[in-house]
Structures are given as C-alpha cells and as structure tokens.
T-cell receptor, first 109, second 113 residues
Framework: AQRVTQPEKLLSVFKGAPVELKCNYSYSGSPELFWYVQYSRQRLQLLLRHISRESIKGFTADLNKGETSFHLKKPFAQEEDSAMYYCALDSSNTGKLIFGQGTTLQVKP | DGGITQSPKYLFRKEGQNVTLSCEQNLNHDAMYWYRQDPGQGLRLIYYSQIVNDFQKGDIAEGYSVSREKKESFPLTVTSAQKNPTAFYLC????????????FGPGTRLTVL
C-alpha cells in the first residue's frame, strides 16, 4: 500500500541552524511528491513539488528513489519557518494525495 | 476574497444528527477534495470529485456522503453512521492536471456533543 511517513512529530532548532525534515514513502512506481506547509492561523499551502525542482523560501527537496525519500532541507533556518510541514504523495497521477502525519518545525531565536 | 471558502468555521451538533459542511470555490477548478485532519494522523482523504456529477470514495469514506451538482460546490454530509465525527475538516480544489497544486480552504471544526 502507498504510504508516507514523517518520523518526527516535532523538530526544534535554533535560528541559523540547518534544517532537515524527513519524509519516506512506499510506492513502487514513479511518484509525484509534494511538501505542503501550514503557518500559524493560515491555510495549508503548497511549498514545493519535486517535479518543479525549485527552491522556495530557501527550502529544497530531492527525490531519492533508492532510499524512497523526499527530505526537505534548508541550510539556515529562520524564525518565520516555524510551521507544520506535510509531505504528500500522488501515486497514480490523479491528484489524489496521500499525506504524512506532519512535522512541526519550531525555530527558536 | 476569492478562492475556496468553507462554512461554518465552527459547528456543534448532537450525537445522532446529520450535519452538512459547505465548500465553495471560484477558481474554476474541476477537482475538489474533502480531508479530515486529526492530531498525529495528518490529512486523510474522505471523498474527491474530478468533475461535476462524479465523485469517488477516499480512504475513510464510511459515514460520510457528498454531492457535486455544481462545479463550484462540494458539500460534505457527516452522517450519524460516522463513529468519531469530531475533527477538523478541510476542503481543497485543483485543476484536473495531476501534479497541480491543491488549494485549501480555512477548514471547519466539527464537535459532536
């Protein structure tokens, strides 16, 4: 079965420290992967998608098919990065997303 | 303020009553989705619709029903058969293209007393 796992419920770092939010998926085909973010009192919104190979707000994510991972990284965390982050998988190209459990990122001053 | 709207923001119902949550979008999107968000479980798909007058069950459809009579609207009914309905419900929409972004509404928090 397709599944997305985010092993950390909470990740707490100091401002300026590197950040890596982990995401592992189970799917045998070619997945489409996304990171969504929910800032406090805001709607859930798309942060980035692997197909675009883009960097948004300093965040990047690389698909590693061998390790079935799509970890989200940022070299220097900012306080405004504090939010809930969800990794999501579209396994059948239908737009039907499977979400991970979410990781709360807390960036301390 | 355009985009996708959900109403009401908070909803209280007595056990055994059906309740309908509203979701409207003016983005001209073909696809619409309902998710349930519970602490520690992420978002789980309840129902989705790729086009008017058509919808499919998601992973946790039991106890829920939907309709898609208009492109702009995708209401969700939480029936008395749903064993644990108290949750935060999110509606989303997207174009039909598979890898397109989903746009989310602000959510409705349903509490069953």
């Amino acid at each position: 079965a397709q599944r997305v796992t985010q092993p950390e419920k909470l990740l707490s770092v100091f401002k300026g420290a590197p950040v890596e939010l982990k995401c592992n998926y189970s799917y045998s085909g070619s997945p489409e992967l996304f990171w969504y973010v929910q800032y406090s009192r805001q709607r859930l919104q798309l942060l980035l998608r692997h197909i675009s190979r883009e960097s948004i707000k300093g965040f990047t994510a690389d698909l590693n098919k061998g390790e079935t991972s799509f970890h989200l990284k940022k070299p220097f965390a900012q306080e405004e990065d504090s939010a809930m982050y969800y990794c999501a998988l579209d396994s059948s190209n239908t737009g039907k997303l499977i979400f991970g459990q979410g990781t709360t990122l807390q960036v301390k001053p | 303020d355009g985009g996708i709207t959900q109403s009401p923001k908070y909803l209280f119902r007595k056990e055994g009553q059906n309740v309908t949550l509203s979701c409207e979008q003016n983005l001209n999107h073909d696809a619409m989705y309902w998710y349930r968000q519970d602490p520690g479980q992420g978002l789980r798909l309840i129902y989705y619709s790729q086009i008017v007058n058509d919808f499919q069950k998601g992973d946790i459809a039991e106890g829920y029903s939907v309709s898609r009579e208009k492109k702009e609207s995708f209401p969700l009914t939480v029936t008395s058969a749903q064993k644990n309905p108290t949750a935060f419900y999110l509606c989303a929409s997207s174009t039909r293209l598979a890898v397109d972004e989903q746009f989310f509404g602000p959510g409705t928090r349903l509490t069953v007393l």
